[in-house]
């Protein structure tokens, strides 16, 4: 470069600092510009050497992210001077996180390392990999939750900027952002950057459905200002008389957001009805009397225009966990079209635009510091379940952060906010673990509801608990929120465990009888022979009878059968395993059949070519245009850019172990009645491992009765068992199955 360039650069570069400090959402004290200040020296220095692919000084990156972190996001002087630094440790080895620390403290070091973790992880193809990255990043709001929205930031900053990336490279960027970063900035609040970053996505990963309709907005803008015009000034009238300091703003959708309804309701561009909104935001220093102001309006626009009274939403009375507030009406405007009208303060509008940052403009002291405490406790909820898989638990995530949301009460009339679609067991979670631990049935409303009752807004629920209850993995198909399911699987692997244990015990009095020790040694061949993993398998299968008395004589005899066999089953057998593998988390399975959706059909499927998916790995389904479900594994090549842009046509799939099945059995019952049989019948059953009743039914005739039961078992050994025990019971004459 000639010392002109160099001169006309470092002019450029001032001037963007300069901008930065003149457009800072809060107001800096004289201290904060000197920290920021410090931040641009020791980045401008460690980027000194540096470009970026577009040919420009690195240094106008960190600026351009520290902008977007005081201005769009609004926040303080700590994480402007983060933003500056967050590439400086990663980029230059002039400069450690003891240097940052030295000459920053504790706070700007701590955000720029978590900075760094994430800047390290490895970038991969791999969806799991990607999942498991996501998990890690989120982890590092243990550290500060202003790691994350820098990150959001500098995400922004990189979408912006990727004209000059091979394409190949803008897909899987931009796929990423659809995946990760879109869902977390809605989840801040930042809806503004959350809009930005899907619009970019779809830019990239569907460039001609994008110019598209970016090209038609174009044309019917002028039309469509026109109408917003004419809308405003049949309102203004009104809205002067009472004195109100207002702005009538339209808002236009976001072309991602049009997208999404085009393919959602299968509709074009032109009968996307609702293409932009109507603003109005008013002036108030009266706290205490913003609310009334908002419904005021509301009746001012009510008056001139019919509203549609199911499309009424008071985000006021009940904010958004996000924060949001704001008044949601729809109207019948003129040409009799529905036009959507916002109502919100100054105030209000604010927090919609900057997320959690406004709400620390209005707090004071102790306020100030607690304005994250709530969105903070849902998530570290949310990444409770570490044990999950960590597509799963992103998948699980992701639905919890982009969830609508619906306003419950609870019997004493406290409300509580849950997902769209929750049900009842959600809503016994989100009261307290040992709550959802013991739910028996729910009432909504006062009557008696299934747990699957997919709840509404309004609703007043109130749960039925039992000593007895416990969860049962059919509940996984009614639970909605990553809290109540990571719950439900945490108590289910418990439960397997203590399984595991009985069915020691009972295989230790078994083998016994057959002569054979309980040993490291046998308990190696048993795995080998039942072609299982672990000990815990062995154990669990024996526990729920399984592996019954039968099978295990066919072990005895196959055991004793010549030195040739027992020399060919030890080289077949799986490595030593301690009998201590009781304390595993897991219980494997031996996958053999795949099943899909939440009541898990079997349908018919392909196994797709680019991954070559075999049983037993994560997988998922994709309804194809003319070649029906096509399963590809999770860490498919393809899976991100399948999830990113055609999500309403993912199936999920399992693969799971016929033998752990549940199937349905009717057992009729022939006897002479007496006192109490009923209680009896219903005792054995419930008392009898891995039984669940589905209904029941008997009647009584001169003394004789008949009966019919409906019971659930894994499979016929627990069901002969079980006719066994029945038959005991005084009165019963006869116990089939029909």
């Known amino acids: 470069m000639t010392e002109v360039e160099i001169e006309k650069e470092n002019a450029a570069i001032a001037k963007q600092y300069k901008e930065l400090l003149r457009i800072s959402y809060q107001e800096l004290t004289s201290e904060d510009k000197k920290i920021i200040r410090k931040a641009f020296d020791v980045a401008v220095d460690a980027h000194k050497d540096q470009r970026r692919k577009s040919g420009e000084a690195y240094i106008f990156h960190p600026i351009a992210v520290a902008k977007i972190v005081a201005s769009e996001i609004g926040m303080d002087a700590t994480s402007i001077a983060s933003a500056l630094l967050h590439d400086v440790v990663e980029d230059s080895d002039d400069y450690t996180l003891e240097d940052i620390e030295q000459v920053f403290g504790v706070t700007v070091a701590r955000i720029v390392d978590g900075l760094t973790k994430i800047s390290h992880l490895k970038k991969d193809k791999d969806v799991s990999m990607q999942a498991e990255n996501f998990r890690k990043m989120l982890l590092t709001i243990n550290d500060d939750v202003r790691v994350i929205i820098i990150k959001i930031a500098d995400r922004l900053h990189n979408m912006q900027t990727m004209g000059s990336m091979p394409p190949h490279k803008q897909v899987k960027i931009a796929s990423e952002t659809l995946y990760i970063y879109a869902p977390l900035a809605h989840r801040i609040g930042l809806y503004n950057i959350k809009t930005e970053l899907e619009d970019f996505g779809l830019k990239y990963t569907e460039p001609e459905v994008f110019n598209d309709i970016q090209n038609k907005i174009e044309e019917s803008k002028e039309q469509q200002q026109e109408y917003i015009d004419n809308f405003s000034s049949i309102i203004k009238n009104s809205l002067d008389k009472e004195d109100f300091e207002y702005k009538i703003k339209g808002r236009f959708k976001s072309i991602f957001s049009i997208r999404r309804k085009m393919v959602k309701q299968g509709v074009t561009f032109d009968e996307v009805y609702d293409k932009f909104a109507i603003r109005i935001i008013y002036e108030t220093d009266d706290l205490d009397n913003e609310k009334f102001l908002a419904w005021k309006i509301y009746s001012i626009v009510t008056d001139h225009f019919r509203p549609n009274p199911v499309r009424l939403r008071d985000w006021i009375s009940s904010p958004k966990s996000t924060g949001y507030e704001a008044l949601h009406i729809t109207v019948m405007g003129p040409e009799g079209r529905w036009v959507e009208v916002q109502i919100r303060s100054h105030r209000m509008h604010e927090i919609a635009e900057k997320g959690y940052a406004a709400h620390f ?306 057992l009729e019952f022939t006897g002479i009645d007496n006192m109490g049989l009923v209680n009896e019948v219903t005792k054995i059953i419930s008392n009898n491992m891995h039984v669940n009743i589905r209904n029941i039914s008997f009647e009584t005739n001169d003394g004789i009765f008949t009966g019919r039961i409906m019971v659930i078992v894994k499979n016929n050994s627990i069901l002969k068992r079980l006719i066994t025990n029945l038959k005991k019971i005084n009165g019963i004459e006869k116990v089939t199955r029909a």
Request: some cysteine; proline content about 5%; aromatic content about 10%.
């Open 361 to 666: 403009k209005y707090k004071q002291g102790e306020q100030k510091e607690q304005g994250l405490e709530p969105w903070l406790n849902k998530l570290q909820e949310a990444l409770e379940n570490q044990t999950a898989n960590a597509v799963d638990f992103v998948e699980e995530f992701k639905l919890n952060l982009y969830a609508k949301e619906i306003f419950v009460f609870t019997p004493t009339g406290d409300l509580k906010s849950l997902p769209k679609g929750a049900t009842p067991l959600d809503f016994a979670f989100s009261i307290h673990t040992q709550v959802g631990y013991h739910t028996r049935g729910a009432k909504v409303n006062g009557k008696l509801v299934p747990l699957s009752h997919e709840l509404k807004s309004g609703d007043q629920v109130e749960v039925i608990t039992s000593d007895k209850s416990k969860p049962n993995a059919n509940w996984l198909d009614y639970a909605t929120t990553s809290r109540a399911r990571s719950k439900i699987k945490s108590s289910l692997r418990e439960e397997k465990k203590e399984v595991a244990e009985d069915g020691k015990e009972i295989l230790r009095r078994k083998l016994k009888q057959l002569k054979i020790p309980l040993d490291e040694k046998s308990i190696n061949e048993m795995v080998s022979h039942f072609k299982l993993k672990t000990s815990l398998d062995l154990f669990y299968r024996v526990g729920i009878g399984t592996i019954d008395n039968q099978k295990l004589k066919e072990f005895a005899a196959h055991r004793s059968n010549s030195i040739f066999k027992f020399f060919k089953n030890k080289i077949r057998r799986a490595p030593s395993i301690p009998v201590e593998e009781i304390n595993q988390p897991e219980v494997s399975n031996r996958y053999d059949t795949l099943v899909f959706g939440k009541e898990e059909e079997k349908l018919n499927y392909k196994l797709s070519n680019c991954c070559n998916p075999i049983p037993g790995d994560p997988v998922f389904g994709f309804v194809t245009v003319n070649e029906g479900i096509k399963v590809h594994k999770k860490n498919c090549p393809n899976a991100v850019s399948l999830q990113a842009n055609y999500a309403y046509r993912i199936m999920p799939a399992k693969w799971i172990d016929s033998s752990q099945e549940e199937f349905t059995a009717m």
